[in-house]
């Protein structure tokens, strides 16, 4: 759905080199879409997101030749996306490193459901005082209704950015461990520790949506 299978990596890349316009405009129309979501999460505006996306592609066209498929072409270019983002952005507003918030944030305390929720003394102790809302039971509801999916991009566009960045990446965008590790920059950890806890808010969030219900 959201790139080339890696079996086909190979003649998809030699359908490039050929010059072949079709395959390149294919891969434009289906990654550029996610490649803006994440330019925009370096930028300050859409509109300086939208001239961040082109410059990949023009990579992609100018090194097509050079490419030694160490890693996907998607990896690639999504490479190449967040590194021009990333300049950009630093050229419009002081940033700190997206590695260097990646490990501070994963070395930072975590809880993924708070204490309360447990009993905290007797014979229950360490049991649950309230269960967590069995949602994911329902999953056409989950599904159909328009507001949990509002819901669900809110609290995604509340997280930190190391979280929000790994979660859209990962879980909007469909990429691989790989992929995000790639193209961000990070270890595998911290991917999966970034990952972990921008799931675990969200969840929380969608469990309080249909707990309200």
Avoid at 65 to 83: A, H, Y
Avoid at 92 to 100: I, L
Avoid at 106 to 114: I, K, L, Q, R
Wanted: net charge negative; glycine share 6%.
């Amino acid at each position: 759905m959201y790139g080339a299978p890696v079996a086909d990596d190979h003649a998809l890349v030699e359908r490039l080199r050929a010059g072949d316009e079709e395959a390149f405009m294919d891969l434009v129309a289906r990654w550029s879409p996610s490649m803006l979501r994440v330019a925009r999460m370096y930028v300050p505006s859409q509109a300086v997101a939208e001239d961040v996306v082109p410059e990949p592609w023009l990579g992609v066209l100018n090194g097509i030749d050079r490419f030694e498929g160490r890693s996907s072409l998607r990896t690639c270019v999504f490479s190449i996306l967040v590194n021009r983002a990333r300049t950009r952005g630093e050229r419009e507003r002081r940033t700190v490193p997206f590695a260097s918030l990646a490990r501070q944030e994963g070395e930072e305390e975590f809880a993924a459901v708070d204490a309360d929720r447990f009993v905290g003394q007797g014979d229950g102790a360490g049991t649950w005082a309230a269960p967590p809302v069995r949602w994911w039971e329902e999953p056409e509801r989950a599904l159909d209704s328009a507001e949990a999916v509002e819901r669900i991009e809110a609290e995604i566009a509340k997280l930190p950015e190391t979280q929000r960045l790994v979660i859209t990446m990962r879980d909007v965008e469909g990429m691989s461990s790989e992929e995000v590790r790639s193209a961000l920059e990070i270890s595998e950890t911290n991917q999966r520790v970034l990952l972990h806890r921008a799931r675990a808010k969200v969840r929380a969030a969608l469990e309080d949506y249909y707990a309200d219900a």
